[in-house]
């Protein structure tokens, strides 16, 4: 990854928890940087899955009013 240089504040308490779970051998800056990664895709599974279930209800909501019939019910009926 490149690193482009940037100043942030980080509140002491919030910096001394990551030094603390830090690997001794790294230093905190990339352990820092791991955990936004982590967590910035986590948001992206997250949106994701609202998402979809927002959709799966919509479909169920739109199968249950009246004069509609559920996807998995809607089949062509032969008649010869």
């Known amino acids: 990854m ?5 100043t942030i504040r980080i509140d002491e308490d919030i910096l001394e928890q990551f030094r603390q779970l830090a690997p001794e051998e790294s230093d905190e800056e ?6 936004l990664r982590e967590w910035l895709a986590a948001q992206n599974v ?4 609202r ?12 199968s249950l009013q009246p004069g509609k019939q559920p996807a998995q019910a ?3 009926v032969s008649t010869g």
């Open 74 to 76: 809607k089949r062509k």
């Open 51 to 62: 998402e979809e279930l927002h959709q799966m209800i919509q479909t169920a909501l739109t």
């Open 30 to 35: 990339k352990f820092i940087n791991q955990a």
């Open 2 to 6: 490149t690193q482009k240089g940037s």
């Open 46 to 49: 997250k949106e994701l899955a």
